[in-house]
C-alpha cells in the first residue's frame, strides 16, 4: 500500500498540537486545583497557544477541527468541575423535583437546618455547593431545570454519574451549535472554519464541558432560532427562542434588537420602510415567544415562585460583585464622595444605562439583516458585561458565541484574558487583586477600542 508521504508530512504537527493539547487538558481536568494559579494560568496559557496554531493551520480542513474539538471535550467525561462548585446546585434541584419538590420553593438550607435531607446525598452536595449558594432561592430556568432532572433520573444516586449526563447533554448541545452555526455562515458567505473560534476555543471547552455551565446548551437555542430566522422561519425561530430564555434570561435583552428585522420588508424582497404587515409580523414575534416562554415555566408557576425567583434574579445587581469593569470605577467614586459601597445604589443605575443602550441601539440602527442584527446583538450583549457587578468567566461565552458570525475578534481576546478573574481563588478569603481586574480589562477595552474604532476592515456585505 503507497503511503503519501506528502500527507503525512503536511499533517504531522497538526497531529503533534492535538497530542499535546491532548495532555494538557487532562491534566486541566484531572490534576488542577483552582487555587493553584501558577498551574492554572501555565496549562490554559499553553492551550490557548496551541488552539491558536490549529486554527490557523487546520482552517481548511473542517471535519479535523470538528473530531478536535470534540476529543478535547471527551478527556473531562469523568472529571468532577474543578472551577466552580454551581454543579452541585444543579444536581441538588434535580433531585429535588425527582423527589416531587418544586426547586423554586424551597433553599437547600431550609432542609439542612431543620435536619432533613430530602434527596440522595443531600449533605455532600450542600457542603460541595457552600452556604452562599445554599441559603438562596434557585434561578435556574426550565429548561435547565430538565437537564438537571435527566441527570437525577439516570444517576439520582452517585455524583459523577450524574456530571457525566450534564457533560453529554452540554457537549450534545455543542454538536447543535457546530451543525447550525455552520449553515448560518454559509448562508452569510462567511467563511465556515469561523465557528471554531467557539467550538474549538479553550475557553468553551473548560468552562462549558468542563466546569458545566449551562450556557452552551442557551447558545444552541440562539444559533438554531438565528438560523431559522435567517431562513425566514420566524415563528420557529420564536419558539426556539424562547427555549434559550427558558435556559438562560440573557436572551431576554436581545428582544428590542428584532425590531427593525421585523417592521421593515429589506428581508422579504420589498425596500427597507416601515409597514403594517411588518409591524403586525413584530407584535406575532414577540407574542410567541412570550407565550411560549409562560408555557416552559407554567409548571413551577406560582405566587411564591414569582416573588422567589425574582428576589433571586435582582441579587446580581444588587448584592453580588466580581470581576466588574465599570462598576468597580463607580464604587470606587462611590467610596471617595461617600465613604462606603454604594451598591444598592449603583446597581439600580447600571441596568437602566444597559436598558436605554439597548433600545437605543435598537431604534437608531436600522438591524435589518441578520449579519447587523447579530452585530447589534453583539454589542447589545458587551455593554451588559462591561455595567454588571458581578462577570462570572462563563458569561463571556455568549459574545464569543456571537462572534463568529461578524468581523469582530475582541470576544476572542476576552476568552484569553477572563481566566485572570480565578486568581481571585488564590487568596484564602477569595478577595480579588484590583491591579489584576485592572490589568485584565485594560487589555479587553484596548483591543475593544482598537478593532471597533481603529481598526481598518473589509467589510463583507449584508446578506
Known amino acids: 500500500m503507497l503511503v503519501n508521504t506528502t500527507f503525512l508530512k503536511l ?14 487538558y487532562g491534566a486541566f481536568a484531572y490534576d488542577l486545583a483552582r487555587t493553584d494559579y501558577i498551574k492554572l494560568i501555565a496549562l490554559y496559557t499553553a492551550l490557548f497557544f496551541l488552539f491558536y496554531k490549529l486554527m490557523q493551520m487546520g482552517k481548511g480542513n473542517f471535519k479535523f477541527l470538528t473530531i478536535s ?33 418544586n426547586p423554586y420553593l424551597y433553599t437547600p438550607e431550609s432542609f439542612i437546618n431543620i435536619g432533613k435531607l430530602p434527596v440522595a446525598q443531600a449533605q455532600e452536595l450542600y457542603i460541595g455547593m457552600q452556604s452562599l449558594n445554599a441559603g438562596h432561592f434557585t434561578n435556574y430556568p426550565p429548561i435547565n431545570q430538565l437537564c438537571f432532572s435527566v441527570a437525577a433520573l439516570f444517576a439520582g444516586k452517585s455524583i459523577v454519574g450524574s456530571v457525566m449526563v450534564l457533560r453529554l447533554l452540554i457537549i450534545a448541545a455543542d454538536f447543535g451549535t457546530l451543525f447550525y452555526g455552520k449553515k448560518l455562515l454559509e448562508r452569510l458567505k462567511l467563511p465556515i472554519h469561523n465557528i471554531f473560534w467557539y467550538i474549538l476555543n479553550p475557553f468553551t471547552i473548560i468552562e462549558l464541558t468542563g466546569n458545566l455551565h449551562f450556557e452552551g446548551v442557551m447558545i444552541f437555542f440562539l444559533v438554531w432560532s438565528l438560523y431559522l430566522l435567517h431562513c425566514k422561519r420566524w415563528k420557529w425561530a420564536a419558539v426556539v427562542f424562547a427555549f434559550s430564555i427558558a435556559t438562560k434570561l440573557v436572551p431576554l435583552i ?48 406560582s405566587s411564591v415562585f414569582i416573588d422567589n425567583y425574582s428576589k433571586t434574579v435582582g441579587l446580581w445587581f444588587g448584592n453580588f460583585e466580581f470581576n466588574a469593569s465599570i462598576y468597580y470605577l463607580a464604587r470606587t467614586i462611590g467610596y471617595w464622595f461617600r465613604g462606603w459601597n454604594e451598591i444598592a445604589i449603583i446597581g439600580k443605575i447600571l441596568p437602566v444605562m444597559v436598558f436605554l443602550f439597548i433600545v437605543g441601539l435598537a431604534l437608531l440602527k436600522k438591524n435589518n439583516t441578520t449579519k447587523q442584527l447579530i452585530t447589534a446583538m453583539l454589542f447589545a450583549f458587551a455593554f451588559y458585561l462591561f455595567m454588571s457587578t458581578t462577570v462570572h468567566p462563563w458569561y463571556i461565552a455568549t459574545i464569543l458565541a456571537l462572534s463568529v458570525f461578524t468581523n469582530y475578534r475582541f470576544p476572542v481576546v476576552w476568552s484569553f484574558i477572563g481566566i485572570m478573574s480565578y486568581l481571585a481563588y488564590a487568596n484564602s478569603d477569595h478577595t480579588e487583586n484590583l491591579w489584576i481586574i485592572g490589568l485584565e480589562y485594560a487589555v479587553v477595552y484596548g483591543f475593544f477600542i482598537w478593532e471597533v474604532f481603529f481598526l481598518k476592515r473589509t467589510r463583507l456585505k449584508p446578506q
Open 254 to 301: 436581545f428582544l428590542p434588537l428584532f425590531f427593525w428585522w421585523f417592521v421593515t420588508n429589506e428581508n422579504h424582497n420589498e425596500k427597507g420602510s416601515i409597514t403594517i404587515s411588518g409591524v403586525k409580523r413584530l407584535i406575532a414575534f414577540y407574542s410567541i415567544v412570550g407565550i411560549s416562554t409562560l408555557l416552559l415555566f407554567f409548571p413551577f408557576f
Open 69 to 101: 474539538a470534540f476529543l478535547f471535550r471527551a478527556i473531562f467525561i469523568l472529571a468532577i468541575p474543578n472551577l466552580s462548585q454551581d454543579f452541585y446546585r444543579f444536581l441538588w434541584d434535580g433531585r429535588m423535583i425527582l423527589q416531587g419538590f
Open 11 to 24: 499533517n504531522k504537527i497538526p497531529m503533534l498540537l492535538v497530542l499535546t493539547s491532548v495532555l494538557f
